[in-house]
């Protein structure tokens, strides 16, 4: 015995270059039928929250599947894979495509030659996928584009619960984020965790999808910009506090990565904040109340 539930759609090309579309989204769970042999011409992302089952990829080597797992089913690739007739599993299943798809893959998530990938959990991913499932509901006018959004954030959960990643993050790049604002080369960097450079370039780049350079870089620049916005410190100041001491070097670093000089960007900001803004992130579920301020003495 087994249960359906699924829904398609078709988005229009307009709705394509949003980057990711929803193709199509299911709820199924029991012993169900076998899917395949077959190729598609489209990514698929099958969530086995409980359960057990099997999978074959191309190379016709037929795996076991144990929950939690991710299946993945990228385009052109022939797979065959199906619950154990005896146990059978809680199975959600992701159709889309769209041009973002290269990028994930690019940065690491979706992955092609790991079609089978444990999960730690499948809490984030499921609640995702639940944001779809309601919004296909029959006459949505915002269907696409709710769907397509929550591809997006299905992504990012499934990169999240992989088993592989601990909940604290990856400690190499905890270590780089601690120690991006000191004046050192990719090369210290590694020497300092006992890695060569190659040794670190893959460690970030499995853990955040791009080079030590761009990890660093990112980080920098985004503290440039806080303290560019919320302070009066001259720029030649900012340099020096995320890492650079040549301030012309990081004003053209600055103006070629983010589009506009530090100034201007201060002056586009206009956010100026006496001692800076408070590093304490406020509970959206519970909002700081602001209390009117009484007439004027």
């Not at 065959?80 to 798809?101: C, I």
């Not at 709710?146 to 604290?168: C, F, I, K, N, Y």
């Not at 956010?271 to 602001?290: A, C, K, L, M």
Request: hydrophobic share 40%; aromatic share 8%; proline share 10%.
């Amino acid at each position: 015995m087994y249960h359906t539930w699924m829904r398609f759609f078709t988005p229009s090309p307009l709705h394509h270059r949003l980057g990711l579309v929803c193709l199509g989204v299911g709820l199924q769970h029991g012993a169900l039928p076998t899917v395949g042999p077959r190729t598609l011409d489209h990514h698929v992302a099958v969530v086995i929250s409980s359960g057990s089952g099997w999978f074959t990829g191309p190379d016709g080597r037929r795996v076991p599947v144990t929950a939690p797992s991710l299946i993945w089913l990228t385009p052109g690739t022939r797979h065959h894979y199906g619950a154990d007739p005896g146990t059978g599993w809680d199975e959600s299943f992701v159709d889309f495509t769209g041009p973002a798809t290269a990028t994930y893959t690019e940065l690491g998530y979706i992955e092609p030659d790991r079609p089978l990938v444990p999960l730690a959990d499948t809490a984030g991913p499921r609640a995702a996928i639940g944001r779809m499932v309601r919004a296909a509901r029959r006459g949505n006018p915002l269907l696409e584009v709710e769907t397509g959004a929550a591809v997006h954030e299905l992504l990012v959960a499934l990169r999240r619960a992989r088993a592989d990643v601990s909940p604290d993050g990856d400690p190499v790049l905890q270590a780089l984020a601690r120690d991006a604002f000191q004046p050192l080369s990719v090369a210290e960097h590694a020497a300092r965790h006992g890695m060569t450079p190659a040794e670190l370039r893959t460690a970030v780049r499995r853990g955040a999808g791009c080079s030590p350079k761009d990890y660093l870089l990112g980080i920098r620049l985004g503290r440039a910009k806080e303290l560019l916005a919320a302070t009066d410190l001259p720029v030649a100041a900012v340099a020096r506090r995320v890492g650079y001491d040549d301030p012309a070097y990081f004003s053209r670093l600055f103006a070629r990565r983010v589009g506009t000089a530090p100034v201007r960007f201060r002056e586009q900001q206009g956010r100026n904040v006496p001692g800076g803004w408070s590093e304490q992130v406020p509970d959206p579920e519970n909002p700081p109340t602001i209390t009117p301020a009484g007439p004027a003495v």
